[in-house]
């Protein structure tokens, strides 16, 4: 029998037992433990240098466009999202950050990281236009959309035009992350979860070649505040712990969940009574196609940041 990730119905498998369903009295919820460890500034600027390092490494990683097009037709939106979206979006954003929490230094350093980030967005802003399109509330998809063409302009703009332009950017984020809050449809969360990260790289890079050290930690924040929506309204609440016995052998139990697209996830199998199955990796699992990984994921490195 096979217990591995994301194998769902695994008694169907086996050729032993009965299958007890049992529905959950757990708490549905899975709380995000804040970390939030405040950072010396002296430590911000070597931090800064590890994330820009990481996220070079892992910008490789991301989908070219033409081959995301290319098989955007054959597979749901989540799951072709998630594959456009494979950029380390947030450890880009952490690069530029930690520079501007430590007062704005960095010099070729901190240019190399906007760098990062404009290249990032040359590369994938097809992709993160089209998930932006889907977003129903008008005025939002309409901000994020202008600031995402408009980003790769900004070298191009005077220190007046520049400076308007990134306060403006820096308001349609928060409007985004306080979309994200506000909604209560599943899927217009994951859109929105979706852009998130370009969205805040893109405020942060601006800020910074603008010369905006203030408020940066504010920044930080509201992405913050909008993953941890989109941790908490995607998080699975069709979970059912099973349960197989056999006469003679010890009962085996796993958590089952299903996430708002359908897709399904197990968590690994325990046997007897001394453990219980951990509901998060089902629910982990059936979430594997939407941007509750990636906003998972994110809260830990936002948060150590210590704003």
Request: aromatic share 6%.
């Amino acid at each position: 029998m096979d217990k591995a990730a994301g194998q769902c119905g695994g008694p169907q498998a086996r050729s032993r037992g009965q299958l007890q369903l049992e529905s959950s009295q757990d708490d549905p919820a899975h709380v995000e433990a804040a970390i939030g460890v405040p950072v010396r500034t002296r430590l911000l600027n070597s931090l800064a240098a590890a994330s820009l390092a990481v996220s070079i490494a892992v910008a490789g990683t991301g989908v070219p466009a033409q081959a995301a097009a290319t098989t955007s037709e054959t597979k749901r939106p989540t799951e072709t999202a998630a594959q456009a979206f494979a950029i380390d979006w947030v450890s880009m954003g952490i690069a530029v950050a930690g520079y501007l929490l430590g007062g704005g230094g960095g010099g070729a350093n901190l240019d190399a990281a906007i760098r990062e980030i404009k290249t990032a967005i040359a590369q994938s802003r097809t992709e993160i236009i089209a998930q932006i399109d889907a977003i129903a509330a008008a005025e939002v998809e309409g901000c994020l959309e202008a600031h995402t063409i408009e980003f790769l302009n900004i070298d191009f703009m005077d220190e007046y035009t520049l400076r308007a332009w990134a306060q403006n950017a820096t308001s349609c984020a928060t409007q985004a992350s306080a979309f994200a809050n506000a909604v209560q449809s599943p899927q217009s969360v994951d859109k929105i979860g979706f852009v998130i990260g370009p969205i805040f790289a893109i405020v942060l890079a601006a800020r910074a070649q603008a010369g905006f050290v203030n408020g940066t930690d504010l920044v930080l924040r509201s992405q913050i505040r909008a993953y941890e929506a989109v941790v908490a309204k995607l998080t699975p609440t069709d979970c059912v712990k099973k349960r197989a016995r056999d006469p003679g052998y010890p009962v085996d139990k796993w958590w089952e969940c299903t996430a708002y697209n359908g897709d399904k996830g197990s968590s690994d199998w325990v046997t007897g009574n001394l453990r219980e199955p951990d509901r998060t990796q089902a629910e982990d699992r059936a979430t594997r196609n939407t941007s509750r990984p990636t906003a998972k994921t994110a809260l830990p490195q936002l948060r150590a940041l210590g704003v």
